[in-house]
């Protein structure tokens, strides 16, 4: 078979833990469009059923919740150990690998976090899987962090637009007992303004009410994050 | 065939990485070169297919300032050298941009490849290096990207031998992966990086004898041995560079180095995470043990360290 479709259909083998071979047939699927032979397909549905295959796509995702418990390390602790492994491992599920960069595969995994907690009970995640309190906030302010990362200046100019995280508790308060796995801050009816930005010492502080107030009137810059 | 290009003898090196850095200062009297991977120092901008690489200026500087006073080799991540649709333009950017910042005695990079292409065009990202089969097709590839690696900055180009857990990869004209690496290496004239801990779980892995292997390779273009140590799972081996090198590999280590007459340097590659479980002192015994077959090995290098012995 030529190279290129032997490398596809194995990289596609190993991203879908061999569900792309399907129930009945091996052409059908994510493997229809390849030009292989009878043999060659045998030998990628004997590969599936190896012991050295299923290895192979316990690494590759290995390494990706590697990447996640080092780089979304608040949005976990947040979420604690059973709800942690639950969101990864639906996670990893869901979205494909595409990069070998962490903060790559944790922005994405944040965007996954924000989406599902957000959205409608279905089926792979349990109702209240993801209804943590603060975490929304919680998570948008991880992420903020890595995009600021991501974004500082390569090199002296204007740098990019900063984002304003809106708590319901004191942000500090509350990132605190995280990572001390104390009990979390009660909401006290008052909302809580964090600014991310590249250019901060530490890329994130907190904001008095009346410079959130300036920086919602004036920064157009600025993407507000409404988390709650 | 592009001929072999010698190597400069640099010693016993140690993988640069953030988190080693309590190790490279109380190591320092063992420690003559070092290996950066440029992919750690970067960030990815998101784009449509893979995005472009970046340094992020400030771990560049910190990883230029660590290694002065010392020669540095590249050891490269995401090039993807084996992909047939094409491999990682955007990582070639980025090694440009080191080179002419940083210059290398050699670099390498891992003999397999991370994307292919959907039927669709789109790229498929495999997120594990996975091996190339030991084909005609594949030595196709892969001779003239060698050929040409090598000859793009004036240094050797090094192909190091990847772990894999597949059996029974497809081949043609009788070859192993043995015979498949002196093929490549043999027509391309690029060198070999001989990761032994890779070597050494191949042969638990797949079931071979790894000492009679290594005597069929082309040890005369061996430039670079990598050591480590990792763990098992599952009845598998796992290079995970989480762990002192075991006896085995050690025992390799001493047969291959008095037979590889242009080894340029050994690596012992220690991912930052496992610091705390392998602790300073183990390294500093990672490196001492390597230095003593080194000097063993090479007569004509400097003892008590190399020449770079003082940060």
Redesign the interface.
Known sequence: M???D???A???L??TRGSALGPDGLRRG?L???NLTAAELD?LGW?AG????A??C???RW??EIRLRWAARLTLALLGPSRSTEAIAAYLDAV??????I??EALAFLDFVLDTASAAPHDFVPDTALRVPHLPAVAHFERALLAA??A?P??AGVPPGATMVEFDVPPEALLTAILRGDPLPEPDGDKYQVLVSPVLRHRWQCLSPEEARLLETGCHACQIVLAS | MDPFALPPRLGVGLTYQRGLHGAFTECADLIDFYEISP?LL?????GAD??AL????DLFAEALDWCAGRPVVVHG??LSI????GWNEGYLAILDDFHARCPFAWHSEHLG????????GRL?????P?P??F?E??LA?LVPRATALGQRYGVPFLLENLT?????L?ADGGRDEVMFLNDLAGRSGCGLLLDLYNFHCNAI??GFDARTALSRLKLDQVVEVHLAGGTT????L?DVHSDAVPEPVWELFEWVAPRAPHLGGVVYELLEQALPVVGVEGVRRQLERARRVWQKCSPTARKGGGAYATR
């Open positions: 030529p190279l290129g032997w490398e596809t194995l990289a596609t190993v991203v994510a229809g469009g390849l030998w590969q190896s012991p050295g295959f290895m192979t316990r690494i590759q390494w990706r494909p690998s595409f990069s070998l960069f903060v790559s990362a991501q500082a390569l090199s | 992919d970067c960030r990815e901008q998101p893979g995005g970046r340094f992020q200026p991540l995401g084996g992909s047939a649709h490849f991370l994307t292919a292409q959907r039927p669709d498929l990202h495999a997120g594990v996975l190339v089969p084909t097709e594949a590839l894999y857990y597949l059996p029974n497809p892995n797949l799972h599952d009845g598998f796992l």
